[in-house]
């Protein structure tokens, strides 16, 4: 199965966060494509048709000002040509995001990647992690999902941090746990799609 993930990162911290989720993914046994969405040109036509032949895409983007970046805006908007003949229809999609906040309406920016993807006619796959950091003792540092976010990994770069140093490694599993749920479930609706019910 072919998975594609197309990000844009402003400073770092959200290509580690793709990494990660990249990572999982192809520990889960799929073939991944890393595609940076401000290198994306319609005049290239190679990267569109890697998105195409993919079984799944998973979008990323930093959270600026409460919505995805520009970069990864014009990538979205660009892809009105595959929108028009629905060429992403029955696809698996899934989204992670980074801000310089704990929240920093985070949620705004998954929302615009759900929308994104239901427009294609694609199927939104959530993370389903419980969060990490909800009772009285738990140490926020340290938990799974720990910005409890159930539509998609929303993780937290201190903007003081290098991307060496954030996200913190929780959070890259987090990540990680994405890649690999995506690389399941596309192993097994591919499988299905293919061995149609009679």
Not at 133 to 150: E, L, M, P, Q, W
């Amino acid at each position: 199965m072919q998975i594609s993930i197309v990000y844009h990162s402003g400073f770092g911290h959200t290509e580690r966060l793709a990494r990660a989720v990249e990572a999982g993914a192809t520990e889960a046994g799929a073939k991944v494509s890393l595609l940076v969405a401000s290198e994306l040109s319609q005049r290239d036509k190679g990267p569109w048709e890697t998105l195409e032949n993919a079984d799944a895409i998973i979008f990323g983007s930093p959270t600026y000002m409460g919505a995805v970046s520009a970069p990864f805006a014009e990538f979205a908007a660009a892809s009105a040509a595959v929108y028009k003949r629905h060429g992403w229809k029955d696809k698996l999609a899934a989204g992670f995001t980074n801000s310089g906040k704990p929240a920093g309406d985070k949620f705004a920016t998954l929302s615009q990647m759900f929308v994104l993807a239901s427009q294609h006619g694609m199927l939104w796959v959530p993370p389903a992690l419980h969060p990490g950091f909800s009772k009285a003792g738990d140490s926020y540092d340290v938990g799974i999902n720990r910005t409890g976010h159930y539509t998609g990994v929303a993780t937290h770069s201190y903007s003081d941090h290098s991307p060496d140093e954030s996200p913190s490694g929780n959070e890259l599993e987090t990540g990680r746990l994405l890649g690999a749920r995506v690389a399941t479930l596309a192993a097994r609706w591919t499988q299905s799609a293919s061995n149609p019910a009679e």
